[in-house]
């Protein structure tokens, strides 16, 4: 009985400390950079609000390239620039239009302005 409860005690343990990490990855997020390119947007079949998919090329603050795609609801202004928080997990979860003096100096560099 005594070691019936120690294993169930462990596995909840186990558990918790499972599910405490899922919880931490879902929550942490990158920021990368990207510039619109219109010649990159497909119109999707909708589902929720979503209408098209970018695939873009995308860099972290030290300069390292990751494509990246993401939907939205109607189509972004071309030659804008973007700061993407990028989930490991959900992928893309929010953007915003920055402007490139804010782009870090790392990024400014694989952008002529």
Not at 52 to 60: H, N, S
Not at 99 to 111: I, R, S, T
Request: hydrophobic content about 45%; charged content about 20%; some cysteine.
């Amino acid at each position: 009985m005594k070691s019936k409860k120690v294993v169930v005690g462990i596995i909840a343990a186990i558990l918790v400390v499972v599910c405490m990490g899922v919880a931490f990855l879902a929550t942490q997020n990158d920021d990368y950079y990207t510039q619109i390119d219109n010649r990159w947007v497909q119109e999707i079949a909708p589902h929720g609000a979503m209408n098209y998919k970018y695939t873009l090329a995308a860099y972290d603050e030290n300069g390292n390239e990751k494509d990246v795609v993401f939907e939205t609801s109607r189509i972004l202004t071309d030659d804008a620039f973007l700061c993407l928080k990028v989930n490991f997990i959900r992928g893309v979860v929010t953007w915003a239009e920055v402007k490139y003096e804010e782009l870090p100096a790392e990024v400014q560099q694989h952008y002529n302005q």
